[in-house]
Nanobody, 121 residues
Framework: VQLQACGGGLVQAGDSLRLSCAAS????????MGWFRQASGKEREFVAF????????DYADSVKGRFTISRDNAKRTMYLQMNSLKFEDTAVYYC???????????????WGQGTQVTVSS
């Protein structure tokens, strides 16, 4: 199983970015997916999840209304559209895959390598 996250970069506060997570080696349509992030010196935290069909999503309070998680099962890819970025969104963003969609990181079986998002204030 391989999860390849990309799309991070250096942006200014208020800008937008779209992260992608391409999956291989698993039945993508049968897998719950999530995004997590870890800022320097802090613990990893839940950002968003999406269920196997994409019919249900959930977000951390800190990103609700600004971030949108989605998936394209035909392309085996998950996305995170991040709008109105804030300095505090600066972190390494990781995608994760598991039997279902969870808010708890350890419930996921597979993790991508992470992509750095840096927001300048």
């Amino acid at each position: 199983v391989q999860l390849q996250a990309c799309g991070g970069g250096l942006v200014q506060a208020g800008d937008s970015l779209r992260l992608s997570c391409a999956a291989s080696g698993l039945i993508f349509g049968g897998t719950g997916m999530g995004w997590f992030r870890q800022a320097s010196g802090k613990e990893r935290e839940f950002v968003a999840f999406i269920t196997r069909s994409g019919s249900s999503t959930d977000y951390a309070d800190s990103v609700k209304g600004r971030f949108t998680i989605s998936r394209d099962n035909a392309k085996r890819t998950m996305y995170l559209q991040m709008n109105s970025l804030k300095f505090e969104d600066t972190a390494v963003y990781y995608c994760a895959a598991g039997p279902r969609a969870y808010t708890n990181g350890p419930d996921y079986h597979y993790w991508g390598q992470g992509t750095q998002v840096t927001v300048s204030s």
